[in-house]
């Protein structure tokens, strides 16, 4: 296998350094209650965009 | 009686199919011609690949449908339009030709009064050698046997996994000029989920390969969301997740040439490179269907219905010329030909006036930019709307035609990153406006309210629903038509 980092050093560097999410953060996007909560959060956004969207 | 003939039963051509025959009723005919017999719920296919769904599940016969709905369907590939009739045909006509086992070749001539051009794209794997599942070196999700067909190949490069192989896997566009880097961007994580899941991920190397210029561009210029008091960007959101799962990523990559085993590619910056795979999936560029138009002396007029990649012309400003000159107002309100007054695109099938994204070329002259994507949500809203205005002409009423620009349109993305009810995990974006308006919104050309992104197990949820609510709105179940669409 050929290695790949030195073809795109500039990304590679990048995403080594992108903010890495906290525990509490992987233990909230899999937590069923808080789950459930933004569940809510993301129809009643996708239901604005898509009030926002139809004809004129 | 009025005639509307419907060419394409995807997204946007089953949407006003239905919609169309709900609202006009039986003193009128709603004609499809489409050439696959069965209905596919393409964002689903997905899961597909990576073998957590039946193929059987995205898809379900159109013929039984459109019998129980009084729509007339013909299983066939629209070849020509003759939108002013002739040889005969005293209105507009359409040659199409049949794909089914008995008849399969022969051809039938359609008349129309109202025609809506919703045959999506092509999906163009001859753009790159050795690109796709007929050349097989790599595979591709973009059809229901596709996806099926990746998830075998998966299933055997997982297994060799297990026998302690090291192997790469490399997910992405086949192409500089791809659209739905969205869809690439899902299977990687759900691929990713797979193989930890299998416990196989300790011997698997996962690579992101490209056509966009930076991670998050998603052929829509990147989006910028507000997350806890700051504006963030969706490369800085996506690197992250990048970085959570270990996928390593090479953008602004045009794959040139596909071998067994090895992708050949350049980059923005002129340089070229080999990459070895064990194991790929790589969409295709799309184009639109080779369809041809001739007026009614037989003179050959496609390149004034469509554009050079087959996409059907439509009222967009294409001569906006370079990037700087770019604006909201080149984009298509209304979806009609310039030239026909009775015929409009929806979908995919509408030829966009320019790219989304920052338009590049590398220094070898090579295209590298994302296509504009049209997905589900866009593609179903405008075929809604063109229904709308063709019902309000058949019924005499002598009203403007209606109007749903994607620069006043929103989109929800909801990109699958591994599949579970407990384990499960999704990027949840919404965009509003798809196309963004520097105008109405000075800082991030979009509205910072309606654009958003975020991670986690709700989004699963919210896919799995999707699934469920856009296959009973297709089967025209009950209360279907209040589903938005
Ligand atoms: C793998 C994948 C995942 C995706 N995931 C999402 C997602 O999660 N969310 C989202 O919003 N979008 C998603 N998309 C994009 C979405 O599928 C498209 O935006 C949508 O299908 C476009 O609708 P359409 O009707 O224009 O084209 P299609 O749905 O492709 O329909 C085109 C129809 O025209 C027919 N046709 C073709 N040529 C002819 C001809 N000559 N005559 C007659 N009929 C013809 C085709 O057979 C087909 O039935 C995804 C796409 C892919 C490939």
């Known amino acids: ?56 | 009686m009025a005639r509307l003939l419907i060419l394409g039963a995807g997204v946007a051509g089953h949407t006003a199919a239905l919609h169309a025959k709900r609202i006009l009723g039986k003193n009128h005919e709603v004609i499809v011609v489409s050439p696959n017999s069965q209905w596919n719920w393409i964002p689903s296919n997905i899961w597909v690949g990576v073998g957590k769904m039946k193929q059987e599940k995205v898809l379900f016969p159109l013929a039984p449908l459109y019998q129980r709905k009084k729509i007339e369907f013909h299983q066939g590939l629209a070849t020509a339009v003759y939108p002013e009739g002739g040889n005969g045909h005293e209105s507009p006509y359409v040659v199409a030709e049949s794909t089914m086992e008995e008849t399969k070749g022969q051809t039938v001539e359609i008349e129309y009064d109202y025609l809506i051009n919703c045959t999506g794209p092509k999906l163009n794997f001859a753009a790159t050698e050795g690109l796709g599942p007929d050349a097989g070196n790599t595979v591709s999700v973009c059809t229901a046997s596709h996806a099926h067909e990746a998830n075998e190949h998966l299933q055997k490069a997982i297994e060799s996994c297990r026998q302690g192989k090291k192997l790469r896997f490399v997910v992405g566009t086949g192409h500089g000029t791809c659209t739905c880097e969205g869809a690439a961007f899902e299977y990687t994580f759900n691929l990713e989920h797979v193989l930890r899941e299998e416990g196989v991920r300790d011997n698997a190397e996962v690579y992101y390969l490209t056509n966009e210029a930076e991670l998050g561009d998603f052929g829509v210029g990147g989006m910028t969301f507000t997350q806890q008091g700051f504006q963030t960007t969706s490369r800085l959101w996506t690197e992250s997740l990048y970085r959570e799962r270990g996928v390593q990523a090479i953008v602004g990559a045009h794959c040139s040439k596909i071998e067994p085993g090895v992708i050949h590619y350049e980059q923005l910056d002129g340089s070229t490179h080999e990459l070895e795979f064990d194991f790929a999936m790589l969409l295709p560029p799309f184009k639109g269907a080779d369809m041809k138009a001739f007026d009614k002396k037989g003179k050959d007029i496609t390149d004034e219905v469509f554009n050079p990649a087959g996409f059907m012309k439509v009222d967009a400003n294409y001569g906006a010329g370079a990037y700087e000159n770019w604006t909201a107002d080149d984009w298509p309100k209304t979806y009609q030909s310039p030239k026909y007054d009775n015929m409009f695109a929806a979908g995919i099938a509408f030829a966009p006036p320019h790219q989304i994204s920052v338009p590049r070329t590398s220094p070898n002259g090579t295209v590298i930019t994302p296509a504009p994507p049209r997905t589900g949500m866009p593609s179903g809203i405008i075929a809604k709307t063109v229904v709308l205005t063709v019902v309000d002409r058949i019924k005499g009423k002598n009203k403007p035609a209606y109007s749903s620009p994607m620069t006043g349109m929103g989109a929800a993305c909801i990109a699958s990153a591994g599949m579970g009810l407990f384990k499960g995990s999704a990027a949840s974006m919404t965009m509003h406006p798809v196309v963004p308006d520097w105008q109405a919104h000075p800082n991030t050309g979009r509205d910072e309210k309606g654009t958003s992104g975020e991670i986690g197990l709700a989004g699963h949820w919210m896919k799995h629903l999707l699934h469920i609510l856009f296959l009973h709105k297709a089967k025209a179940r009950i209360l279907w038509w209040m589903i938005p669409e």
Do not use: C, Y
């Open chain 1, 1 to 56: 296998m050929n290695e790949v980092l030195e073809f795109d050093p500039g990304i590679m560097e990048r995403i080594a350094v992108a903010p890495l999410p906290t525990k509490k953060t992987l233990k909230a996007r899999k937590n069923v209650f808080v789950q459930l909560w933004r569940l809510i959060g993301i129809n009643i956004r996708m239901l604005k965009v898509i009030a926002a969207s139809h004809h004129r």
